[in-house]
């Protein structure tokens, strides 16, 4: 099956600093990669859907300068939280769509990133 | 509004059959989802329907009614390693994936 990847699996910063999230689909391209975030005990809420070569597109809600996203190539979207605060600790987790043949096939899940801010 | 709705828990003993429900009320439809998620770890794809009816898979099994938008997903001969939270999600008109918030599955010797 499709693999995607997530660097780091976890960090810690201090508040005020910023982290940079890499998403990688490994085995496909992946012109449409989602970021999204997850706290304690909470579902999955959708930030950003990335396409390559374009802007995101934010959810409502979601501080489109906080979290830069840049989907640079088919294989590569990364997620920069900017001036991190502890509020912003949570479980970061990409996803990459596979569209192959013009085909729809599910979403693949990268493994994660928890971002811890102090 | 979009609306996704499962159970927030569920208790069921090794060995044993437990049915999780998912109901929905989306903008369009294109297909329902079911992922397993662990503690601390991404959710795993476990299932898609798209089609009236029943897919199974293993000891694992997905049903779809889409005029009484309602989905279960049926797990059998569970496992001490089934204990995680199951997400079902629905992607909408726009092929974007609505999720519920999940169903803690709690298995029990």
């Known amino acids: 099956g499709a693999v995607v990847s997530q660097h780091p699996s976890w960090v810690i910063c201090k508040s005020g600093t910023s982290v940079k999230i890499e998403c990688r689909s490994l085995?496909?391209?992946?012109?449409?990669m989602f970021w999204y975030r997850q706290f304690p005990k909470q579902s999955l809420m959708l930030m950003a859907t990335?396409?390559?070569?374009?802007?995101?597109?934010?959810e409502q809600g979601v501080e489109k300068d906080k979290f830069l996203i840049n989907h640079a190539s088919l294989t590569l979207s990364t997620l920069t939280v900017t001036s991190a605060h502890p509020e912003d600790s949570s479980f970061y987790i990409c996803?990459?769509?596979?569209?192959?043949?013009?085909?729809?096939?599910?979403?693949?899940f990268g493994p994660g990133t928890r971002l811890t801010v102090l | 509004g979009q609306n996704i709705d499962q159970p927030t828990e569920m208790t069921a003993t090794e060995g044993a059959i437990v049915q999780i429900n998912c109901t929905y009320q989306?903008?369009?439809?294109?297909?329902l989802f079911w992922y397993q998620q662990h503690a601390g770890e991404a959710p795993t794809f476990l299932s898609y329907n798209v089609l009236d009816g029943l897919e199974e898979k293993g000891r694992f099994s997905s049903f779809l009614s889409r005029s009484k938008g309602y989905s279960y997903l049926l797990l059998k001969e569970l496992q001490m390693k089934d204990s995680a939270s199951y997400l079902c999600?629905?992607?909408?008109?726009?092929?974007?994936?609505?999720w519920g918030a999940g169903t803690k599955l709690i298995i029990k010797p």
């Open positions: 085995d496909f391209q992946a012109t449409t």
């Open positions: 990335s396409n390559e070569g374009s802007k995101a597109t934010y």
């Open positions: 989306t903008s369009g439809f294109n297909g």
């Open positions: 996803s990459a769509r596979d569209l192959e043949g013009g085909q729809l096939d599910t979403q693949y």
């Open positions: 999600a629905v992607m909408d008109s726009n092929y974007q994936l609505i």
